[in-house]
T-cell receptor, first 112, second 115 residues
Framework: QQPVQSPQAVILREGEDAVINCSSSKALYSVHWYRQKHGEAPIFLMILLKGGEQKGHDKISASFNEKKQQSSLYLTASQLSYSGTYFCGTENYNQAGTALIFGKGTTLSVSS | DSGVTQTPKHLITATGQRVTLRCSPRSGDLSVYWYQQSLDQGLQFLIQYYNGEERAKGNILERFSAQQFPDLHSELNLSSLELGDSALYFC??????????????FGNGTRLTVT
């Protein structure tokens, strides 16, 4: 099942903060976050594992609440380069492999 | 540069035709994933291969097929093309068969236009 992302879109000025949420109706073991700029390939940001700590990279961090089956991506003091569409991905295991299923994405627009 | 190579970058073809998309994974990666991205559907998972074997399948149409070769490159074959197949097709690769600790590295995609 596809995870649900909210909000669908965020408009910010440089320096402002944003939170993007990702929730699932099923138990999660990990959550992936990716950013995609228009017409380009998605770029990996981070993976959060069940029982793991909150992760961060520069001013982008994320948390994972396995009890609530949700993850949040925090972008602080946003920069123009943060603009793009953010996708969360959750695993759908079968016995042989993994399908990483992505949410519909959250479009972030940062202006000066 | 992710290290994942997809060819061709663009394909324009007519309805009813067949095309082949090619993907070379990052060096050392054994898993290959195919995704379809259209404007209103986001990234739709199609299929996963690991070391030559099919491992996971999404909502891949019967008109579509894929395989991974011994040198680990993969091909996605799309046949009896319809207008609705127009999309950006991404290949991604990862080290392991499971994604719980293995990020996906995406190629730059093949943009397919069916006229």
């Amino acid at each position: 099942q596809q995870p649900v992302q909210s909000p669908q879109a965020v408009i910010l000025r440089e320096g402002e903060d944003a939170v993007i949420n990702c929730s699932s109706s099923k138990a999660l073991y990990s959550v992936h976050w990716y950013r995609q700029k228009h017409g380009e390939a998605p770029i990996f940001l981070m993976i959060l594992l069940k029982g793991g700590e909150q992760k961060g990279h520069d001013k982008i961090s994320a948390s994972f609440n396995e009890k609530k089956q949700q993850s949040s991506l925090y972008l602080t003091a946003s920069q123009l380069s943060y603009s793009g569409t953010y996708f969360c991905g959750t695993e759908n295991y079968n016995q042989a492999g993994t399908a990483l299923i992505f949410g519909k994405g959250t479009t972030l627009s940062v202006s000066s | 540069d992710s290290g994942v190579t997809q060819t061709p970058k663009h394909l324009i073809t007519a309805t009813g035709q067949r095309v082949t998309l090619r993907c070379s994974p990052r060096s050392g990666d054994l898993s290959v994933y195919w995704y379809q991205q259209s404007l209103d559907q986001g990234l739709q998972f199609l299929i996963q291969y690991y070391n030559g074997e099919e491992r996971a399948k999404g909502n891949i149409l019967e008109r579509f097929s894929a395989q991974q070769f011994p040198d680990l490159h993969s091909e996605l074959n799309l046949s009896s093309l319809e207008l609705g197949d127009s999309a950006l097709y991404f290949c991604a690769s990862s080290v392991g068969v499971w994604t719980d600790n293995s990020p996906l590295h995406f190629g730059n995609g093949t943009r397919l236009t069916v006229t």
